[in-house]
């Protein structure tokens, strides 16, 4: 029964999906895109009527296709690299040719240049894009044990609470990097809030299994 509730969770909360993904980045990249593209069809859902009728976001939804376009071939096309890169800028879609670059770099296994990517994300819109690249940049930092610089935005995060993306996502990648820190008391802490305040969520349920593995080694 335990195990059918937790799928049923998994398919209904999308952004937590999304997320979840992007923890296993290397792994499952294609996955990735996939999600990414949702994210993005979910945007232009929300804004209706208004994306189609505005000049200048009719401009961001054609530079939104050519990204799309261009992400689809990065692995058999390398000049689309290039191209991407020219696109990537500041607009509300035009960011998402970092996150694309960056994905495809860690999954070239050349993670430096992900990270170049993605310490370019503009910071002043801060939508699911922004929280996006920067949870991305955090696993990155996590993955070269820079884990002060990965925590450092997790607080940051946490402290915005944004209404646009999961914080039981943020705490509990927060709480993995405390773990393989080994401030095992800092990450049970935070395991125990996500286990309390989003106790039916995904993440809910890995907390509560978390704990019990850290309380065992006390």
Do not use: C, W
Not at 156 to 179: G, K
Request: charged residues 30%; positive net charge; without cysteine.
């Amino acid at each position: 029964m335990k195990r059918k509730k937790r799928k049923q969770l998994k398919e209904d909360e999308f952004v937590t999906v999304f997320n979840r993904a992007v923890h296993y980045l290397k792994e499952h990249s294609q996955q990735i895109y996939v999600l990414i593209i949702l994210a993005v069809a979910a945007a232009l859902i929300f804004t209706g009527g208004k994306f189609i009728s505005s000049r200048s976001q009719k401009k961001e939804g054609q530079v939104l296709a050519q990204i799309l376009d261009l992400q689809s071939g990065l692995k058999t096309q390398p000049e689309n690299v290039a191209n991407l890169e020219e696109i990537a800028g500041g607009g509300r879609f035009s960011r998402l040719a970092y996150i694309f670059l960056a994905t495809h770099f860690v999954e070239s296994g050349d993670v430096d240049k992900a990270r170049a990517y993605l310490e370019k994300f503009p910071k002043k819109r801060k939508d699911i894009f922004f929280y996006q690249a920067q949870d991305l940049l955090a696993q990155i930092y996590f993955q070269q044990k820079e884990f002060d610089k990965a925590i450092q935005i997790y607080r940051v995060i946490e402290e915005e609470n944004p209404n646009v993306y999961s914080l039981d996502v943020i705490l509990f990648h927060m709480a993995e990097v405390y773990e393989e820190k080994g401030e095992n008391e800092e990450a049970l802490a935070l395991y125990r809030k996500i286990q309390e305040e989003y106790s039916n969520t995904y993440f809910g349920f890995d907390a509560s299994q978390k704990v019990r593995k850290l309380e065992a080694k006390k």
